[in-house]
């Protein structure tokens, strides 16, 4: 039996965490004279952080391929467990969205046809795109359980360079618009790589370690590339056509430094610390929902009170938004565990007195 790989956990409680940075940095962004510090400061930062959802998509990839390389795949009960877990709760969340924005904001004028694109689309919300995304992943399961049964080396090879290519060109070439940043194959690449960390974790452990010193210099290469260049791209100075590249190549190799960091945490961590990582990771993706919902509702309060100072809004905003997602997201799904954990022995006890009768009979 695998062991359970806890520094999946603390690397996506990384990931959550920094989803939520994105969303409050953002009103800074917009904000900010251009050129201004804290303009580069802010938009750096955003710019640094913007590998939380490809890391996503690997995780989520490495995952599902860790779990069924020892067990056997069956696409509908997996499509209808995706479909239950996901889909549904966001489906919840954009029907609360659109409540509120509709009658306590009055952002938008209810009409039902709107709230059906709304689902449809992913775009209520600026963090709704990514489960419209993941389920393109989903539904392409059996896809990818196919690709993935060939076990040859240089076959994987050639796969992760022609998803790589599949990957920048789509950026490239297609440009950005809305919707280019909710179709799989601008995501490729991190989902094929995340698939094969997970049928061979430990040689993705071993090549994680013996590659430190490169990811850690490709990162900080990249790192300044995509900072600088699209930063300048954003203030009008350049247009950066290699954009997509470095992109792609950063969210690489920030993927794979982190989660080095995220491995190393965990091992230090032992037994005792992993607990507060694990439980948040565990809500993380209810905090992906809501999060927004709370910085949207945060700032709304605010300009009823004239709270004009970016910084100040953006402090208060920051402490608010991290305790109540963390705080409200853990204690539901502490309590649904738990609800889970109760039913199923109550079950148990059920199926023990039947089985007890019937030797007595």
Not at 269 to 286: D, M, P, Q, T, V
Not at 290 to 310: K, R
Request: glycine share 4%.
């Amino acid at each position: 039996m695998k062991r359970k790989i806890t520094e999946v956990s603390v690397f996506e409680f990384f990931l959550c965490m920094f989803v939520i940075l994105i969303h409050l940095l953002s009103e800074g962004v917009n904000v900010f004279p251009k050129w201004s510090v804290l303009s580069i400061v802010f938009y750096t930062v955003t710019r640094l952080t913007t590998f939380a959802v490809p890391a996503f998509i690997f995780t989520s990839a490495l995952k599902l391929f860790y779990k069924y390389s020892e067990r056997k795949f069956s696409y509908m009960p997996f499509l209808i467990d995706r479909i239950r877990k996901i889909y549904v709760p966001y489906i919840i969340m954009v029907i609360i969205y659109y409540i509120v924005f509709v009658y306590a904001f009055h952002i938008y004028s209810f009409n039902p046809v709107s709230l059906i694109k709304y689902i449809l689309n992913g775009d209520l919300s600026a963090q709704f795109y990514f489960v419209v995304l993941i389920m393109q992943f989903y539904l392409l399961m059996p896809v990818w359980i196919l690709i993935s049964k060939n076990k040859s080396k240089k076959f994987h090879t050639v796969i992760a360079i022609i998803t790589l290519i599949i990957t920048i060109s789509f950026r490239m070439f297609l440009g950005y618009d809305e919707y280019i940043h909710k179709l799989f194959p601008s995501y490729m690449i991190f989902w094929i790589l995340g698939m094969y960390a997970g049928m061979y974790y430990n040689e993705f452990i071993r090549f994680l370690s013996r590659s430190r010193l490169m990811v850690y210099a490709g990162w900080l290469v990249f790192a300044i590339l995509h900072s600088v260049t699209s930063y300048m791209e954003y203030c009008g100075v350049i247009n950066n056509s290699l954009s997509a590249v470095f992109v792609v190549f950063f969210c690489l190799f920030s993927t794979f430094g982190f989660y080095q960091y995220a491995y190393g945490l965990t091992e230090s961590l032992e037994s005792r610390g992993k607990g507060f990582f694990i439980s948040i990771s565990a809500a993380s993706y209810s905090i992906y929902l809501v999060h927004c919902l709370i910085i949207t509702s945060t700032q709304e309060i605010m300009n009823t009170f004239g709270l004009e100072n970016t910084i100040l809004r953006f402090a208060v905003t920051a402490v608010v938004t991290y305790s109540l997602s963390i705080i409200f997201c853990v204690l539901i799904a502490t309590f649904y565990r738990n609800i889970k954990a109760s039913l199923s022995r109550s079950s148990a006890r059920k199926s023990r007195k039947k089985a007890a009768r019937k030797r007595y009979l």
